[in-house]
């Protein structure tokens, strides 16, 4: 475990362990570094860096919301491989952090060896944004762990054959057990700032996608998404013909990554970089 400062004072935490190829690992919206456990295994003989963005798991909340924001995450990014001494890295995200490798191709793309977007491009589905805002910053229902796994089950049918253990794995990565039940494990000003993104006018995100050519780039694609649609994908494919795709039958927003579909294509992808 370790930490770093950001250039307005907040204390970031992030780990970085093995060697080779240096794969900045990059977290959903509300989530952790511990996105990134079950495919870890799967990429040994890298090097993996995972950070907790600010105002999530064992990194700072920040005092002010507004600071919630891709370009100030895309800087503490930055800040946070000069900490490293590492000039360039390839960055697997998943979700928002796929949203940020993108932000940090248009803004500092000579920083990047390769882009993996965990179900996310350029085009949010509004499905998507509604669960988003329907979830944000709230606390679960559910006051056990045990309770919260069920509801995860039941709440995304998309995602077949998963086994209990899973779910329970998932409840304790993403709730916090109390005294009065389970919290989040990010600021709940987050929504603020979320819904404030909403609220204001669109952004168009395919120059920023764009900006990724030349860049080796996979995406892993939930089949089941309600955040990346299948017409997005084919236009994501149609823009970049090389990029690798790796479809996951039985998946909603977001794969685990450990699925087979999504490690062949994330290897395909590190061997484009190697």
């Known amino acids: 475990m370790a ?23 990059l977290a959903g919206l509300t989530r952790t570094s511990a996105d990134f456990d079950y495919v870890t295994p799967h990429l040994a003989g890298n090097r993996l860096i995972k ?9 700072d909340f920040d005092p002010d919301w507004h600071n919630y924001a891709l370009p100030i995450e895309c800087r503490d990014v930055l800040e946070l491989l000069a900490h490293l001494g ?11 952090g796929g949203l940020n490798a993108m932000g940090l191709a248009g803004a500092a793309k000579d920083h990047l060896l390769g882009v993996a977007l965990n179900d996310v491009g350029p085009v949010i589905e509004p499905a998507g944004l509604d669960m988003i805002r329907h979830y944000i910053g709230r606390p679960p229902a559910a006051k056990t762990h045990a309770d919260a ?19 329970m794995e998932e409840a304790v990565k993403h709730y916090t057990k109390t005294d009065t039940g389970l919290a989040i494990t990010y600021d ?17 995100l395919w120059p920023f996608f764009d900006a990724l050519e030349g860049v ?22 149609s823009r970049r013909p ?12 977001v794969p685990f990554l450990d699925e087979p579909q999504a490690v062949a294509a994330l290897h395909k992808w590190i061997g484009e970089m190697q």
């Open 51 to 59: 950070m907790d963005y600010r105002g999530r798991g064992q990194s």
């Open 216 to 237: 080796p780039l996979t995406c892993i694609w939930g089949e089941g998404s309600n955040l990346l649609s299948e017409t997005t994908v084919r236009e994501m494919q």
């Open 149 to 167: 796994a069920a509801a995860m089950a039941r709440a995304f049918p998309e995602f077949h054959d998963v086994p209990d253990s899973r779910w």
């Open 188 to 204: 709940p000003h987050l929504r603020d700032a979320v819904l404030a993104a909403m609220e204001g006018p669109a952004v168009d």
């Open 242 to 253: 090389d990029m690798i795709l790796g479809s996951v039958s039985g998946r909603g927003h």
């Open 86 to 96: 590492l000039n360039k890295v390839a960055v697997l995200g998943t979700s928002r």
């Open 3 to 25: 930490r770093f400062t950001t250039s307005d004072g907040l204390s970031i935490h992030f780990t970085d362990d093995g060697t080779g190829l240096p794969i900045l690992c």
